[in-house]
């Protein structure tokens, strides 16, 4: 029967006593958990390296290695990976060294199926429970670091810009609107607002307009009543009930209906509203209105699609975030911010070369913050080596460099080039070149170097050209080399 917790789980069995390790695993793969076996501790760490897994299941006593040293090779490859040690040995001293060097849990043979499914449960919710824990901690983090550092630097426009939010948020009553780009922080700008004007607990509530019919924005906005309309099958509060104290934050607010823009101009004169479908009266208490846009809204009431009262209403303290190119001395250190942050989220060291803030610097950044930080995620996730270069960036029209060399190069390679003397093979030396310069086939002839130097081994290649097995598999693919490699 297939156990929910389990169901895909992944879990190594190693045992050098082969009906052991068929009979663990044809039992754990009844119970939905997705199993792989091996022999020796070597072919355990091998899979380990090059693909990863979640947990191990170890006998303690195999040739070559014991369990427990595997245990500690195995936590210095991944230290999430879970062991949990097997012996046909009572030994109690044993069980204390495995447990001490890290060891989940420990069983003796005969081993009970029962025990050991219902340990791989506890494992289960361990990790699952960890890994809830780490989102959380960096869902706080970066919710406390975002709050102002993403818009605010050292650019003049950035200063302004700091210096009106400051002053708009000591008016703690006045209804604020934000107007700039897409990309440019408005909702980092509206929860810098909520937090100079608000107690630390007040609620913030966000709502974009632009994301409901117009029925269902009303419903969103001000709550309805049971029966208001199908599917209202109960009463509930709108989002300016459940930020009585706090701020109502309302991005695209230009996308709203005439129907919903002169409910919203009575909320704000008012300071009152009725679910819908209702009819009693809610008064608004100490809600301050923050209201955001990327369309220029005097336009769209010469338009007739927004209403001239409801304009001038928000528009009271209207403050305009500049766009990431009118403050370029912001992103070089905005960039590096970003990269530090997904460096700690990637668990993999990244900085910014050289070229790439080049080419940062002279980027027009349509998306303005949003697509800075998108650009170098895409980075940091297919970048082959930790350091960013302008086409790991994916700017359009970005002037490409030359890849940096690995640490322990391979020999010259010529290309396309007669013969050349070549370095010592005891000195550092960089691959030899024509009078072309083509990076990519600078590049084809390393990787083909290393798979001739270590064939069919991905691990030991991918360490001589300083990268991880994962982009050199990337680079097989872009140069098809699949056959070279041996698979």
């Not at 044993?94 to 050991?116: M, Q, S």
């Not at 890994?131 to 901690?137: F, I, P, V």
């Not at 934000?178 to 700008?189: D, I, R």
């Not at 409901?212 to 208001?228: N, R």
């Amino acid at each position: 029967m297939i156990d929910p917790i389990l169901n895909k789980f992944d879990v190594l069995v190693v045992d050098d006593d082969e009906a052991v390790r068929d009979s663990l695993s044809s039992f754990l793969g009844s119970v939905g958990i997705q199993v792989r076996t091996a022999s020796t501790p070597e072919e355990a760490l091998g899979i380990a390296r090059n693909e990863g897994v979640q947990v191990v299941i170890s006998d303690v006593r195999m040739p070559g290695m014991d369990g427990i040293t595997l245990l500690g090779k195995l936590h210095e490859i991944c230290q999430d990976t879970e062991v949990l040690i097997v012996t046909g040995h009572s030994n109690e001293q044993l069980a204390i060294d495995a447990l001490r060097a890290g060891a989940f849990d420990y069983f003796r043979k005969p081993l009970n199926a029962r025990e050991i499914v219902e340990s791989l449960r506890k494992t289960r919710q361990f990790q699952l429970l960890r890994a809830e824990n780490r989102n959380l901690k960096a869902l706080i983090e970066r919710t406390q670091e975002a709050v102002g550092a993403p818009v605010f630097g050292s650019a003049p426009a950035s200063q302004e810009l700091l210096a009106r939010l400051q002053r708009a948020a000591a008016a703690t009553e006045t209804t604020v609107l934000l107007c700039g780009e897409t990309g440019t922080g408005k909702e980092v700008a509206a929860r810098f607002l909520h937090q100079h004007s608000r107690p630390s607990d007040a609620p913030f509530v966000a709502v974009n307009c632009g994301a409901f019919p117009e029925q269902l924005l009303e419903a969103e906005l001000f709550g309805h009543e049971k029966g208001a309309f199908t599917g209202a099958d109960k009463q509930k509060p709108g989002i300016f009930e459940m930020a009585q104290g706090g701020t109502v934050f309302l991005d695209e607010v230009s996308e709203m209906s005439l129907g919903a823009q002169s409910r919203f101009l009575r909320v704000l004169e008012e300071r009152k509203f009725r679910r819908v479908g209702g009819t009693r009266e809610v008064e608004l208490t100490g809600v301050r209105v923050i209201a955001a846009t990327n369309r220029d809204l005097k336009m769209l009431v010469e338009e007739k699609k927004f209403r001239e009262d409801l304009y001038w209403r928000l528009s009271v303290a209207r403050i305009e975030l500049p766009p990431l190119r009118e403050r370029r001395q912001d992103v070089t250190p905005l960039a590096r911010r970003f990269l530090d942050e997904l460096s700690t989220r990637f668990r993999r060291k990244m900085s910014l070369g050289k070229p790439a803030e080049r080419a940062l610097a002279v980027y027009n950044f349509p998306g303005n913050i949003r697509e800075l930080r998108n650009l170098l995620e895409h980075a940091a996730v297919f970048a082959a080596n930790t350091v960013i270069s302008p086409r790991d960036l994916g700017i359009p029209n970005a002037p490409g460099d030359v890849p940096d060399l690995p640490d322990a190069p391979l020999a010259p390679l010529p290309v396309a080039a007669p013969p050349v003397a070549t370095a010592p093979a005891n000195k550092t030396a960089a691959p030899a070149i024509g009078d072309n310069l083509d990076l990519d086939q600078m590049e084809h002839n390393l990787v083909k170097e290393a798979l001739r130097r270590h064939p069919g081994n991905h691990t030991r290649a991918s360490k001589a050209l300083g990268i991880t097995p994962q982009a050199l598999y990337r680079k097989l693919e872009k140069f098809g080399m699949k056959k070279l490699s041996g698979e």
